[in-house]
């Protein structure tokens, strides 16, 4: 490595005796070891005092890169004129000198020496460097025509016919928001010659065309366009306006109908066509093409759109107006606006002696306006008949059913349901173990620790009454790892540190059973061969319980074949339908999932809450199987219903991550209405 020192003393003095050649060499000597901007300029002022102006450039430049590299952008500026100085033509330092402008935000300055530098390129590399600053230029100044046009006819040149349409179609708009409809169009048309199937111009043509009176020639494009564009709704659409416009009232339904058949749930599609049949004085169908709508309209969040029409056919369809302005207002948090509705909703479902969907609504109405006596009145009386009702139907409940139907609803986390179905048997039936089994997984789920460690205590009993005193035992444990702290727990069991994880909630799946050894499966199977000989096709309810039995101990082509058979039964179609769509979830068979599964829902007539459960599980199985066009629907179905219902609004986001938002705008209609209770 040179000495600096010794070599800046070795070029002064070249420099003092004027031996310029010397000196330079002393300094690029210098420049190897110690790369320096004050050096590079050296080295350019001593090429230009023996008038090398192409060397003394080029250590200018190189000069002021080192300094913007640096971050001197003032230092680098000021060589860049020095350059221009030498040669006001230097396409590099013009196009610099307009990055530093640019840079401290002086836009007109930096326009200026770009533009300068795009008329002094060398012809090697004029036309990719041409189109790179005339990038530039559009990205500081959008509104330049006569700019774009050089960039269109650029790209035309170079055979970019999509780009050159691209900057033509800004052209045009720029000359519309300017007012100017004639140049307008004619840089519409240019388009056309680029892309002659080019939407945007064929529709912007048109909606000129139309302003400017001119609405045959309007009727004659669009008509040619839809033979052109046969398969594009927007250009349909388009046309059917313009029929409207010209009162061809049949030509314009004709075009709906044809975009209604593409795609169903084309908002503004249905919102004409609902128009048209509203000016034809038919209120009736014009509501059908409003519902179908409606979806649309609450997905763009238009929902003031929606109310208003919700409101204007109260007096055709009471009871689905009723469920959807309840929904959307509940959307929107008015809730006074929700209690006025649900009140509506109990009055119309009275009048039809609906009690249990009156009650519902009255008592949920009664939530948000508690200091209305009138509407307590109400709940109070219509309390009483549905309890009636209510009690005649569970006196005819069985405790075995009541445990089947619990196991539904835990799975579908209706944990009311299963406590109304499961409390009023424990005096009937104080040592059912099955009964407190439930009861106890129920608390576990509601997070109730002082009950759950009560049905703790319970089952220890019944299982030491019963001789299995290790189940017991276990219980116990079980109720340690869920309340350590408990009083009624001290001295009943010794647990070790590594069971006990004291204030740890017990998850209710966290307990797994032992898997049965060969000698207890080889017995097993003796007796499975046995029980199968002797059971009956139609005893759908042993049938279903041995299918539970085979899927706890993961004989799970056991647990379908039981299922398969039990969902015969009407009474046991959709917990069967159900727990059979699991077992083949678990074996991967998801096609097999979603049919079962959608046949049930089929054949379901109530749809309550268990039938938007299921409707929930197929959402989810289409979800695994990648259907995600199915999934979003079927979330958007349940959505409408009950946009609380579990993560609905969650899994409708992350759906829309996957498949876009196009999906959503092309959702098929669907043939029955949800309710949105």
Known sequence: MSDKSSVIKEAQKYIARGQIDKAIAEWEKLIKDYPDGNTYNTIGDLYLRKNDKINAVDSFHKSAQFFRHEGFSLKALALYKKILNINPSDSDALFSLGELNEEKGFTKDAIKYYLASADNLPKGDKKEKLLEIYEKVLALSPAKISLRNKVAEIYAKEGLMADAANQYIHIARLYSENGDTEKSLEYYHKTLDFQPVNREAILEINYLYERTGNLKQALEQIEEATTRLPQDMDIHLRCAEIYLTDKRIEKARECLRKVIEVEPANVKARNLLGDI?????????????????????????????AITILESFK????????????????????????ANELISLGDIFTGKDMQKEALNCYKEALTINPGDDSLRAKVNELEKEVSKEYISIKAEKSVDEAIIEADMSLKYGLYESVKNLLVPFKESEPE????????????IHTGDKEQTITECLILNELYKKAGDSAKGEQIIKEAFEIYPEEPRLIGMAVVSQDTVSPGKPLEAEAIHKPAPDKEVMDVFNEFKKGLEKELEKDDHKTHYNLAIAYKEMGLIDDAIREFQISRNGQKWLVSSSTMLSTCFIEKGLYPLAIDVLKDAIEKVEDQDESYWAMKYDLAEVYEKNNNNKEALESYIEIFEWNSKFRVVSDKIKQIKVKVGDSVEKKKTGRKDRVSYL
């Open 432 to 443: 059912n173990i099955d009964l407190h089994e439930r009861l106890k997984t129920l608390y």
């Open 277 to 305: 049949y509203i000016k034809e004085g038919n209120r009736e169908k014009a509501w059908t093409e409003y519902l179908a709508a409606l979806d649309g309209m609450i997905l763009d969040e238009k929902y003031n759109d």
């Open 315 to 338: 007096d055709i369809d009471p009871l689905e107006t009723g469920k959807r302005l309840v929904s959307l207002y509940r959307q929107l948090g008015e809730q006074v606006q929700v």
